[in-house]
């Protein structure tokens, strides 16, 4: 009996003895207190003198960022939608329901003006502004053209700072640019990337040539400025490329040229409305057959169908089957291209157009005329 039970304290303390030792020498085993262990790095793995050109960069980004900001702005736009449903309008206790949308856009007069989207406003009663120093303002809208979707807002407050509209010609494929804006509420958002391309036709009915940009821009981030490091704006942000019915970003953002917008902005401070160049034509792009018929080099430029009597275009003999390849020394790749140098160019002033004419290059010199209003 003695011997059983000293076997058993005997194995006890043997298996005891073990476990403590297993534990003693367990990397998982709690540090006793006092004992030193954590020995945190001595410095950066990289010398700061060898990366000086990088810190550099991410300062002067960080200066760039810290002027640009405070003229970005916030919109929260309403209005009520009336009751839809048959049966709440049948007994009367149907309650019309206030539906709101977000967006951006920027300052760009010390007066309180603002550039957005003409989609982010239309349609809406009410237009409220938040700036960067927590201000919410009420904005009434001065000017909007669907054409190009843009939207002039006004503002009455003090202390605000406007941006510089750049030369969005003068913009270059591969630049580095940042977007700021207002993205699912997310304020003072800001995102960089490169000028991806110029000339897009993101949108089939648009008559705008966008910027194309990889800079991060969401919903909410319509009508923010996309900037260069100048703080420059060189467009406002439009559209996006998406597949997915949510509209989420796949890489491939569109902003309307800073030209275009400048135009909008002049033509509405002028004149309270946007107003249009004009030549007097009808035109069509070249398709594969129009080539092969009157024989052209290439398929660059826009035929003429028809001078319409009294127009610009006529009195400079501009005559059908001309086909127009040069305004002003730049190319006419389409119909889409002309239609907008023509409105984007000053009124009552002389243009130079290139054009094929039975096969010869000629030029001509003509006046952009306003567009007549459109027939009620």
């Known amino acids: 009996m003695r011997r059983s039970l000293f076997l058993v304290l005997l194995t006890a303390l043997v298996a005891f003895g073990f476990f403590r030792w297993q534990r003693l020498n367990s990397p998982l085993r709690p540090a006793a207190a006092g004992t030193k262990q954590y020995t945190p790095a001595e410095g950066p793995r990289i010398d700061p003198k060898d990366v000086q050109v990088l810190i550099a960069m991410d300062a002067e980004y960080t200066r760039l960022v810290a002027a640009v900001v405070p003229s970005v702005v916030s919109i929260t736009s309403s209005r009520t939608a009336p009751v839809q449903d048959p049966r709440a309008l049948l007994f009367g206790n149907g309650r019309p329901q206030e539906q ?15 550039l957005t989207n003409h989609h982010v406003v239309t349609g809406m009663e009410k237009i409220a502004v938040q700036l960067t120093d927590g201000r919410n303002l009420a904005a009434h809208v001065i000017g909007t053209d669907p054409a190009t979707d843009i939207a002039v807002l006004k503002i009455n407050a003090p202390d605000i ?13 591969g630049q580095m640019v940042i977007a700021v804006g207002n993205p699912f509420g997310l304020q003072e958002t800001v995102t960089r990337g490169i000028v991806s391309a110029k000339g897009r036709r993101a949108i089939a009915d648009s008559g705008v040539e966008f910027l194309q940009t990889d800079a991060a821009v969401n919903q909410g981030n319509s009508g923010g400025p996309l900037l260069n ?37 002049e033509s509405v401070l002028k004149t309270g409305r946007i107003v249009r160049g004009y030549l007097g034509l009808q035109m069509l792009s070249l398709t594969p057959e129009i080539v092969r018929e009157l024989r052209l080099p290439d398929a660059q430029g ?17 005559r059908e089957r001309d086909v127009i390849r040069r305004f002003n020394g730049q190319p006419i790749t389409d119909i889409y291209a002309l239609r907008e140098r023509v409105a984007e160019a ?15 290059e000629l030029t001509v010199v003509t006046e952009i005329a306003e567009a007549p209003a459109p027939p009620k």
């Open 100 to 114: 709101q949308s977000m967006g951006s856009g920027v300052i760009v007069s010390k007066e309180g003006h603002i």
């Open 161 to 173: 700072v406007p941006l510089p509209l750049g030369d969005s010609d003068a913009v270059s494929v």
């Open 229 to 265: 490091l100048r703080g420059e704006i060189i467009g406002i942000n439009s559209a996006i490329f998406s597949t997915s019915r949510e509209g989420g970003w796949l890489g491939i953002s569109f902003a309307i040229p800073a030209n275009v917008a400048r135009r909008a902005l």
């Open 302 to 318: 826009s035929l003429i169908i028809a001078v319409l009597p009294g127009s610009p275009a006529e009195r400079a003999g501009l």
């Open 346 to 360: 000053e009124l009552n002033t002389k243009i130079e157009l290139g054009i094929l004419r039975d096969g010869r």
